[in-house]
């Protein structure tokens, strides 16, 4: 039987303003830990203002880049316990 032991919030901020767009992606681990990401979208000159777009656009690199930080963090941790170098299939 599968059963959850956790689970996970991440939070998502965005700062725009009629160019740019900024989101800040954090995750809080059960064992405390913190992992956070930034996301930036820019909008071209000839494009209208769509902020919603603009927060999808940044948002999506910040978990991107929230998602790269975990794996990293777990192939630390599974190197430091077996004493050898794991190779994560990204």
């Known amino acids: 039987m599968l059963q959850t ?22 995750v809080r681990l059960p ?10 979208a ?9 902020p919603r777009v603009g927060e999808e656009v940044a948002g999506a690199r910040a978990l991107n880049e929230l998602a790269m930080k975990l794996l990293t963090k777990a192939h630390d941790e599974i190197d430091e316990a077996s004493g050898r170098t794991s190779h994560p299939l990204i």
């Open 42 to 50: 820019s909008r071209h000159p000839v494009d209208s203002n769509q």
């Open 5 to 26: 032991a956790v689970g996970w919030h991440v939070e998502l901020e965005f700062e725009e303003d009629n160019h740019r767009t900024r989101a800040a992606a954090l």
């Open 31 to 40: 064992d405390g830990t913190e992992v956070r990401s930034h996301g930036y």
